[in-house]
């Protein structure tokens, strides 16, 4: 196609739409948080000794914003030693329950959540936050079957029982459709002063 048999209107239109379509270009993000669950008082907690003082890290990612969603990988970062658990992904998960994590304007509003899971080291174990399950507002981490010491970290302090911090980066134009739009617009307004099309 010779963009320069067009009439000046028409190219000026074609320009000013793929200018416009430059800058709008936004890459979309889903958002991640990163989570802290201390141990506490606890209503329940099915017969599991407390690592008295522990801690449990970890990182949500994935989530959508103004939604009940569940994340798309957890990954538990630190945990007492006493806990025998080896930190990483939570891939090897046999059941999970609730109503996902809410996120409102890229803060975590309320959770509901249980997931099941196997560590790398194949051990079982069991993380809550602010579940309704059997023992409503738990958070924890614990012993669920193996080898490892029957013992966990957590409270049954409901949402307060846990700790969350948004991770994900805003959204934004991507990196030089700004200066692209300008340059086709500046291309635009040469060829039409060449070809002499001021007049639309």
Request: hydrophobic share 40%; net charge negative; with cysteine.
């Amino acid at each position: 196609m010779n963009f320069t048999t067009f009439s000046g209107r028409k190219r000026m239109a074609i320009v000013f739409g793929l200018s416009l379509s430059c800058m709008s270009a936004v890459p979309a993000f889903a958002d991640d948080f990163s989570f802290t669950i201390l141990d506490g008082p606890t209503s329940y907690f099915y017969g599991r000794d407390h690592l008295t003082g522990g801690m449990v890290q970890g990182t949500l990612y994935g989530l959508t914003n103004n939604a009940w969603s569940f994340p798309s990988q957890v990954s538990i970062t630190y945990t007492e030693p006493g806990l025998g658990f080896t930190p990483g992904p939570l891939n090897n998960y046999w059941y999970f329950d609730g109503t996902g994590i809410q996120e409102t304007n890229g803060q975590i509003t309320n959770a509901n959540f249980l997931f099941d899971f196997h560590d790398a080291a194949g051990n079982a174990f069991q993380i809550r936050l602010n579940d309704q399950v059997e023992v409503p507002g738990a958070n924890w981490l614990f012993w669920n079957g193996g080898a490892t010491p029957i013992v966990g970290v957590g409270n049954t302090l409901g949402f307060d029982g846990a700790q969350y911090s948004n991770l994900a980066v805003a959204p934004g134009p991507i990196p030089g459709t700004g200066l692209l739009s300008f340059a086709v617009l500046a291309l635009a307004g040469a060829l039409t002063r060449a070809r002499g099309f001021l007049s639309i």
